[in-house]
Protein backbone atom coordinates (compact mmCIF):
# COMPACT_ATOMS: atom_id res chain seq x y z
CA UNK A 1 0.00 0.00 0.00
CA UNK A 2 1.14 3.25 -1.21
CA UNK A 3 -0.23 6.85 0.79
CA UNK A 4 -0.10 10.22 -1.15
CA UNK A 5 -0.86 13.14 0.86
CA UNK A 6 -1.24 16.71 0.15
CA UNK A 7 -2.94 19.08 2.84
CA UNK A 8 -6.02 17.79 3.53
CA UNK A 9 -5.82 14.97 0.52
CA UNK A 10 -4.90 11.67 1.69
CA UNK A 11 -4.82 8.84 -1.33
CA UNK A 12 -4.23 4.62 -0.74
CA UNK A 13 -2.98 2.92 -3.73
CA UNK A 14 -2.63 -0.98 -4.07
CA UNK A 15 -0.57 -2.34 -6.58
CA UNK A 16 -2.19 0.25 -9.21
CA UNK A 17 -5.66 0.75 -7.26
CA UNK A 18 -7.56 3.27 -5.86
CA UNK A 19 -8.61 1.97 -2.91
CA UNK A 20 -8.85 5.30 -1.09
CA UNK A 21 -9.62 9.13 -1.35
CA UNK A 22 -10.31 11.24 1.92
CA UNK A 23 -10.41 14.91 2.09
CA UNK A 24 -10.83 16.37 5.60
CA UNK A 25 -11.58 12.89 6.68
CA UNK A 26 -14.45 11.85 4.23
CA UNK A 27 -13.60 8.69 2.35
CA UNK A 28 -15.05 8.91 -1.49
CA UNK A 29 -13.97 5.63 -2.34
CA UNK A 30 -16.00 2.30 -2.13
CA UNK A 31 -14.04 0.14 0.19
CA UNK A 32 -13.36 -3.32 -0.47
CA UNK A 33 -15.51 -6.29 1.47
CA UNK A 34 -18.45 -3.61 1.63
CA UNK A 35 -21.14 -5.00 -0.49
CA UNK A 36 -21.73 -4.30 -4.05
CA UNK A 37 -18.03 -5.03 -5.73
CA UNK A 38 -15.17 -6.41 -4.53
CA UNK A 39 -13.14 -3.50 -6.33
CA UNK A 40 -12.65 -0.40 -6.07
CA UNK A 41 -11.60 0.96 -9.46
CA UNK A 42 -10.61 -0.42 -12.59
CA UNK A 43 -10.06 -0.08 -16.21
CA UNK A 44 -11.57 -1.62 -19.08
CA UNK A 45 -9.04 -2.08 -22.44
CA UNK A 46 -9.17 -2.96 -24.96
CA UNK A 47 -13.27 -3.74 -24.79
CA UNK A 48 -15.98 -2.52 -23.00
CA UNK A 49 -18.79 -4.88 -21.91
CA UNK A 50 -19.67 -8.32 -22.06
CA UNK A 51 -18.51 -10.59 -24.97
CA UNK A 52 -19.97 -13.86 -24.01
CA UNK A 53 -23.17 -13.62 -26.33
CA UNK A 54 -20.41 -13.46 -29.18
CA UNK A 55 -18.30 -16.34 -27.92
CA UNK A 56 -15.81 -14.24 -26.41
CA UNK A 57 -14.62 -13.14 -30.01
CA UNK A 58 -14.00 -9.38 -30.72
CA UNK A 59 -13.01 -8.91 -34.72
CA UNK A 60 -10.26 -7.20 -35.42
CA UNK A 61 -8.07 -6.61 -38.35
CA UNK A 62 -5.49 -9.10 -37.34
CA UNK A 63 -8.39 -11.43 -36.88
CA UNK A 64 -10.48 -12.30 -33.99
CA UNK A 65 -9.27 -11.48 -30.13
CA UNK A 66 -10.49 -13.43 -27.56
CA UNK A 67 -11.82 -10.99 -24.93
CA UNK A 68 -13.80 -11.36 -21.40
CA UNK A 69 -15.82 -8.59 -20.49
CA UNK A 70 -13.85 -5.52 -20.10
CA UNK A 71 -11.32 -6.98 -21.89
CA UNK A 72 -7.83 -9.00 -20.53
CA UNK A 73 -5.99 -5.38 -19.42
CA UNK A 74 -7.46 -6.45 -15.57
CA UNK A 75 -5.73 -9.61 -15.75
CA UNK A 76 -2.43 -8.08 -15.73
CA UNK A 77 -0.26 -6.31 -13.05
CA UNK A 78 0.92 -3.34 -12.66
CA UNK A 79 4.81 -2.46 -12.36
CA UNK A 80 5.73 0.69 -10.21
CA UNK A 81 7.73 3.09 -11.92
CA UNK A 82 7.85 6.28 -10.37
CA UNK A 83 7.20 7.24 -6.67
CA UNK A 84 7.57 10.93 -5.38
CA UNK A 85 5.33 12.93 -2.45
CA UNK A 86 2.52 13.69 -4.76
CA UNK A 87 3.36 11.12 -7.99
CA UNK A 88 2.81 7.63 -8.88
CA UNK A 89 3.37 6.21 -12.45
CA UNK A 90 2.32 2.76 -12.86
CA UNK A 91 2.39 0.22 -16.25
CA UNK A 92 1.37 -2.72 -17.50
CA UNK A 93 2.78 -4.08 -20.43
CA UNK A 94 1.59 -7.01 -23.25
CA UNK A 95 3.14 -9.01 -25.70
CA UNK A 96 0.82 -9.31 -29.02
CA UNK A 97 -0.42 -12.61 -29.24
CA UNK A 98 0.49 -13.64 -25.46
CA UNK A 99 -2.05 -16.27 -24.00
CA UNK A 100 -3.42 -14.26 -20.62
CA UNK A 101 -5.20 -16.50 -17.83
CA UNK A 102 -8.93 -15.40 -17.16
CA UNK A 103 -9.65 -15.38 -13.76
CA UNK A 104 -13.41 -15.42 -14.12
CA UNK A 105 -12.61 -19.12 -15.41
CA UNK A 106 -14.73 -21.60 -14.37
CA UNK A 107 -17.04 -20.11 -11.70
CA UNK A 108 -18.25 -16.93 -14.19
CA UNK A 109 -16.85 -17.37 -17.59
CA UNK A 110 -15.82 -20.60 -20.25
CA UNK A 111 -13.60 -18.57 -21.38
CA UNK A 112 -10.22 -20.29 -19.91
CA UNK A 113 -7.39 -17.90 -22.20
CA UNK A 114 -7.68 -14.54 -23.29
CA UNK A 115 -5.56 -12.81 -26.47
CA UNK A 116 -5.01 -9.75 -27.94
CA UNK A 117 -2.99 -9.56 -31.57
CA UNK A 118 -1.48 -6.07 -30.82
CA UNK A 119 1.15 -5.17 -28.49
CA UNK A 120 1.01 -1.91 -26.25
CA UNK A 121 2.02 -0.46 -22.99
CA UNK A 122 -0.38 1.03 -20.30
CA UNK A 123 -0.06 4.23 -18.40
CA UNK A 124 -1.42 4.89 -15.30
CA UNK A 125 -0.71 7.95 -13.66
CA UNK A 126 -1.96 9.38 -10.45
CA UNK A 127 -1.07 13.18 -9.22
CA UNK A 128 -2.48 14.87 -6.59
CA UNK A 129 -3.06 18.82 -7.50
CA UNK A 130 -4.89 21.64 -5.21
CA UNK A 131 -7.73 20.62 -6.21
CA UNK A 132 -8.10 17.29 -6.62
CA UNK A 133 -6.54 14.32 -8.00
CA UNK A 134 -5.82 13.63 -11.58
CA UNK A 135 -5.74 10.33 -13.08
CA UNK A 136 -3.91 9.98 -15.93
CA UNK A 137 -3.92 7.17 -18.36
CA UNK A 138 -1.26 6.90 -21.20
CA UNK A 139 -1.94 4.19 -24.24
CA UNK A 140 0.71 3.66 -26.11
CA UNK A 141 1.09 0.68 -28.98
CA UNK A 142 1.28 -0.23 -32.69
CA UNK A 143 -0.24 2.13 -34.86
CA UNK A 144 -3.72 1.02 -36.25
CA UNK A 145 -4.70 -0.89 -33.04
CA UNK A 146 -8.21 -1.01 -32.57
CA UNK A 147 -9.34 -0.49 -28.89
CA UNK A 148 -11.93 0.98 -26.32
CA UNK A 149 -11.35 2.73 -23.08
CA UNK A 150 -13.05 3.04 -19.51
CA UNK A 151 -12.13 3.72 -16.65
CA UNK A 152 -14.48 1.90 -13.44
CA UNK A 153 -14.09 3.50 -10.33
CA UNK A 154 -16.41 2.98 -7.57
CA UNK A 155 -17.79 5.53 -5.25
CA UNK A 156 -19.06 5.40 -1.36
CA UNK A 157 -22.54 6.88 -0.89
CA UNK A 158 -23.78 7.93 2.65
CA UNK A 159 -27.03 9.44 2.11
CA UNK A 160 -30.44 7.83 1.39
CA UNK A 161 -30.95 9.45 -1.88
CA UNK A 162 -27.71 10.53 -3.63
CA UNK A 163 -27.93 11.84 -7.04
CA UNK A 164 -25.81 12.07 -10.52
CA UNK A 165 -25.97 15.15 -12.21
CA UNK A 166 -24.84 15.46 -15.80
CA UNK A 167 -25.46 18.74 -17.64
CA UNK A 168 -28.92 19.59 -16.97
CA UNK A 169 -29.47 16.49 -15.88
CA UNK A 170 -30.48 14.97 -12.87
CA UNK A 171 -30.33 11.19 -12.11
CA UNK A 172 -31.27 9.75 -8.99
CA UNK A 173 -30.06 6.20 -7.25
CA UNK A 174 -33.05 4.63 -8.16
CA UNK A 175 -32.66 5.22 -12.34
CA UNK A 176 -29.09 3.59 -12.30
CA UNK A 177 -30.36 0.78 -10.38
CA UNK A 178 -33.26 0.10 -12.43
CA UNK A 179 -31.14 0.03 -15.35
CA UNK A 180 -28.94 -3.23 -14.19
CA UNK A 181 -26.39 -4.94 -15.45
CA UNK A 182 -26.25 -3.13 -18.97
CA UNK A 183 -25.63 0.40 -16.64
CA UNK A 184 -27.15 3.48 -17.39
CA UNK A 185 -26.11 5.26 -20.45
CA UNK A 186 -24.70 8.99 -20.40
CA UNK A 187 -23.84 10.37 -23.36
CA UNK A 188 -21.95 13.06 -24.79
CA UNK A 189 -20.76 13.63 -21.51
CA UNK A 190 -17.37 15.24 -20.13
CA UNK A 191 -18.13 15.23 -16.42
CA UNK A 192 -20.58 14.47 -13.89
CA UNK A 193 -21.09 15.66 -10.24
CA UNK A 194 -22.25 13.03 -7.38
CA UNK A 195 -24.15 14.51 -4.80
CA UNK A 196 -24.11 13.03 -1.67
CA UNK A 197 -23.62 14.34 1.93
CA UNK A 198 -20.51 15.19 0.27
CA UNK A 199 -20.24 16.51 -3.76
CA UNK A 200 -17.07 15.38 -5.84
CA UNK A 201 -17.14 16.25 -9.67
CA UNK A 202 -15.96 13.71 -11.88
CA UNK A 203 -14.18 15.80 -14.85
CA UNK A 204 -12.95 13.40 -18.01
CA UNK A 205 -10.59 14.71 -21.26
CA UNK A 206 -10.54 12.11 -24.22
CA UNK A 207 -13.77 9.75 -22.93
CA UNK A 208 -16.67 11.59 -24.76
CA UNK A 209 -19.21 9.16 -22.70
CA UNK A 210 -20.20 8.50 -19.11
CA UNK A 211 -22.05 5.10 -18.12
CA UNK A 212 -23.44 4.48 -14.18
CA UNK A 213 -23.67 1.04 -12.40
CA UNK A 214 -24.77 -0.41 -9.26
CA UNK A 215 -26.73 -3.11 -7.77
CA UNK A 216 -26.14 -2.01 -4.56
CA UNK A 217 -27.34 1.62 -2.56
CA UNK A 218 -24.36 2.18 -0.63
CA UNK A 219 -21.93 2.67 -3.59
CA UNK A 220 -22.06 3.66 -7.55
CA UNK A 221 -19.80 3.34 -10.32
CA UNK A 222 -19.53 6.61 -12.24
CA UNK A 223 -17.44 5.42 -15.31
CA UNK A 224 -15.70 7.33 -18.08
CA UNK A 225 -16.27 5.51 -21.51
CA UNK A 226 -15.40 6.01 -25.49
CA UNK A 227 -18.25 4.01 -26.53
CA UNK A 228 -21.23 2.84 -24.56
CA UNK A 229 -21.08 -1.10 -25.44
CA UNK A 230 -24.80 -1.94 -25.65
CA UNK A 231 -25.39 0.39 -28.32
CA UNK A 232 -24.38 -2.23 -30.73
CA UNK A 233 -25.01 -6.30 -30.24
CA UNK A 234 -22.19 -8.13 -28.91
CA UNK A 235 -21.12 -9.57 -32.70
CA UNK A 236 -20.46 -6.12 -33.60
CA UNK A 237 -18.51 -4.63 -30.73
CA UNK A 238 -15.70 -3.42 -32.68
CA UNK A 239 -17.83 -0.53 -34.49
CA UNK A 240 -17.30 1.25 -31.18
CA UNK A 241 -13.50 0.86 -31.33
CA UNK A 242 -10.91 4.01 -31.89
CA UNK A 243 -8.14 3.52 -33.79
CA UNK A 244 -3.81 4.66 -32.23
CA UNK A 245 -1.93 6.38 -34.41
CA UNK A 246 1.54 6.87 -34.24
CA UNK A 247 1.51 8.60 -30.98
CA UNK A 248 0.56 7.68 -27.25
CA UNK A 249 -3.11 8.21 -26.55
CA UNK A 250 -3.82 9.94 -23.62
CA UNK A 251 -7.31 10.11 -21.06
CA UNK A 252 -7.78 12.26 -18.37
CA UNK A 253 -10.00 11.92 -15.02
CA UNK A 254 -9.95 14.41 -12.35
CA UNK A 255 -11.60 13.92 -9.19
CA UNK A 256 -12.66 17.55 -7.50
CA UNK A 257 -13.75 17.32 -4.28
CA UNK A 258 -16.68 20.50 -3.79
CA UNK A 259 -14.72 20.75 -0.49
CA UNK A 260 -11.77 21.82 -2.12
CA UNK A 261 -13.19 23.77 -4.81
CA UNK A 262 -14.88 26.05 -2.06
CA UNK A 263 -11.15 26.24 0.02
CA UNK A 264 -9.60 30.11 -0.37
CA UNK A 265 -6.70 28.37 -1.44
CA UNK A 266 -8.31 26.71 -4.59
CA UNK A 267 -6.89 27.76 -7.80
CA UNK A 268 -9.21 30.07 -9.61
Not at 29 to 40: D, E, F, T
Not at 164 to 176: F, S, T, W
Not at 188 to 196: I, R
Request: hydrophobic residues 35%.
Amino acid sequence: MIELKAGAQRVRVDQGELVGYEVEGHEYIHQKGSPGWRQSDTEMFPVIGPTDEAGFKVATPRGEAVQDQHGLLRELSYTLEEQEEQLLVFTKTYDAGDWVRNSKFPLKSTAEWLRWPYEFRFTKRFRLLREGLEIKFIIEGEEGMPFMMGYHPAFKLYTEKPTVLAGDKEIPLKAILDAGSRALEVPGCQAVTLQDIEHITIRTQGFGHFMCWTEVDNMVCLEPITFYPYAVSQEHLADGMMKLGDKAREFTVRLLPRILQSSPDAPR
